[in-house]
Structures are given as structure tokens and as C-alpha cells.
């Protein structure tokens, strides 16, 4: 099983350019989430996702947009990229049950120019 | 609303003494607690889960954890500090109502040869 993998693992985008980040899981996790990472700030959950079809605003939503395609796949996607996002970008699910353990992937680490 | 406190971003220890992390958290109802661990340039992975069983917690690497619901703190300890160890650990915390958690800012550990 590989868990949780994201694409691309490094990414550097002009001012205003737009990409999509992709994240999969095969654990068969209902609860998706995108968070990022920015040196003394911790994780910050930018959007997530309980089930296939739903998804919710996180802490710092704005500038992104999110796609719950298929109970696997949860993308995160920047319109018109700005200097202040970047940020290395993780994907997390959330064991099922009582838990909320959570498992993250690698990460994306972008860079605006 | 819930929320995390990690006391000191960057902590130094030398190898073989004890490492302490402090971490208090605020919630309105019993917490499901945890601490993940960062090694450089990966992503997140669980040292160790409170979900209101035991309030000592073990966790991998020899890392433990005690709840203490008067203090509000679930402080990471470890006897001996090896090389290994030096890491950021991130403290965090859910109240089960939702699958979300909040994190705490992170402390990085570093050890002294």
C-alpha cells in the first residue's frame, strides 16, 4: 500500500500562473484534508473533505479551491498563484473510528515567484 | 475552541539527558490528544495517541506522554536523547466533534553531540 502520495513533490510557479495539486490515498479513508506548512506556524488546514462530494473551508481557505473526485483523490488547486502561498503543501487522511488519527503524505513544496 | 500551546520553538539537548517538550491544550470537552514527528524534508507521521484510555501514552522511538487534565498539558518526555531524534514535533489536538485537529506551532529539537 502507499498510503498517501502527492504530485508534484517540488513545483516553482510565476506570480499568477495556476496548478493543481494532486493527492490520492488507497486506505479507503472517508476524510481528506489539504493543510499548509510555513516556518514558526505550525499546520494550517486550508480545506477538507469529509466524504466523496463535500468539502469545507479550513483556516486559510482563500486563494484555493478543492475537487473531492472519487473517494481517493482530493485536489487542491491555486488560480492565480501569489508569493504568499508558498509553502510546502500537505495531504492528510483521517483514520476511520473514533480516533482522527490522521496520515500525511509527503508533501508539495511550492514556490512563488 | 480548541487549541494548542507549544512552549519554545527550538529546544536543545544534549545526547543521552532528557528530552521535554511542553505542550498544553485548551477544549471544551475530553481532548483526543496527540504528537507527530517531522524529520527533514518528509512528512508527518504519529509518535504516540491520548484517547482517554491510560494517561501515560507510549508512543515509537521510546517517546512517552502523560495527560493531565488539572495542568491541561500533554508534555512529550524521552530518557535518553539520541541523534536520531533531532526533529520538529508538532503537538496536537482534536475534540472528537468533527474530523478536524488542531496543531500547535511545532518545536524543533536539536541534539548536542
Known amino acids: 500500500n502507499a498510503g498517501v502520495t502527492q504530485t508534484p513533490k517540488f513545483q516553482v510557479l510565476k506570480t499568477g500562473q495556476s496548478m493543481t495539486l494532486q493527492c490520492a490515498q488507497d486506505m479507503n479513508h472517508n476524510s481528506m484534508y489539504w493543510y499548509r506548512q510555513d516556518p514558526g506556524m505550525g499546520l494550517r488546514l486550508i480545506y477538507y473533505?469529509?466524504?466523496?462530494?463535500?468539502?469545507d473551508k479550513g483556516e486559510v481557505p482563500n486563494g484555493y479551491n478543492v475537487s473531492r473526485l472519487n473517494k481517493r483523490e482530493f485536489s487542491l488547486r491555486l488560480e492565480s498563484a501569489a508569493p504568499s502561498q508558498t509553502s510546502v503543501y500537505f495531504c492528510a487522511t483521517t483514520r476511520p473510528g473514533q480516533n482522527y488519527e490522521q496520515y500525511f503524505g509527503p508533501g508539495t513544496r511550492l514556490t512563488v515567484t | 475552541a480548541q487549541s494548542v500551546t507549544q512552549l519554545g520553538s527550538h529546544v536543545s539537548v544534549s545526547e543521552g539527558a532528557l528530552v521535554l517538550l511542553r505542550c498544553n491544550y485548551s477544549?471544551?470537552?475530553?481532548?483526543?490528544l496527540f504528537w507527530y514527528v517531522q524529520y527533514p524534508n518528509q512528512g508527518l507521521q504519529l509518535l504516540l495517541k491520548y484517547t482517554s484510555a491510560a494517561t501515560l501514552v507510549k508512543g515509537i522511538n521510546g517517546f512517552e506522554a502523560e495527560f493531565k487534565k488539572s495542568e491541561t498539558s500533554f508534555h512529550l518526555t524521552k530518557p535518553s536523547a539520541h541523534m536520531s531524534d533531532a526533529a520538529e514535533y508538532f503537538c496536537?489536538?482534536?475534540?472528537?466533534?468533527?474530523?478536524?485537529?488542531?496543531f500547535g506551532k511545532g518545536t524543533r529539537l536539536h541534539i548536542l553531540p
Open positions: 473533505s469529509a466524504s466523496e462530494g463535500t468539502t
Open positions: 496536537a489536538v482534536s475534540d472528537g466533534r468533527d474530523d478536524k485537529i488542531i
Open positions: 477544549s471544551s470537552v475530553p481532548p483526543y
